[in-house]
């Protein structure tokens, strides 16, 4: 299983960025998928996650920026973050998960997830 994202760059605060992850090498196109980032010095902390194509959830700090979806046909997750902010500035990651079914407080916790991405950057200044 292999999870390739792409997308991350410098932007200034109030500007927008799109991150793609494609997905090769696992069948199952309805498995749970998030987006997790990390900043320097910082835990990993979940963003946003899908279940399906439709079932939905985000963190507080992006709630409103930013917008997770699923394409099914070229199996691609996407993230659309808009009014980036400099607490923004992370490495993003994309995951994929093998369970079934989750609990709404299992979605954004990477022990949920067990393929992973490599990682881009993503850079906001003020």
């Known amino acids: 299983v292999q999870l390739v994202e792409s997308g991350g760059g410098s932007v200034q605060a109030g500007g927008s960025l799109r991150l793609s992850c494609g997905v090769s090498?696992?069948?199952?196109?309805?498995?749970?998928m998030a987006w997790f980032r990390q900043a320097p010095g910082k835990e990993r902390e979940g963003v946003a996650s899908i279940g399906g194509y439709t079932n939905t959830r985000y963190s507080e700090a992006v709630k409103g920026r930013f917008t997770v979806s699923k394409d099914r046909a070229s199996y691609t997750l996407y993230l659309q973050m808009d009014n980036l902010k400099p607490e923004d500035t992370a490495i993003y990651y994309c995951a994929l998960s093998t369970m079934d079914t989750m609990l709404t407080f299992q979605v954004l916790q990477s022990t949920s997830y067990r393929y992973w991405g490599q990682g881009t950057q993503v850079t906001v200044s003020s």
């Open positions: 090498g696992y069948a199952d196109r309805y498995a749970y």
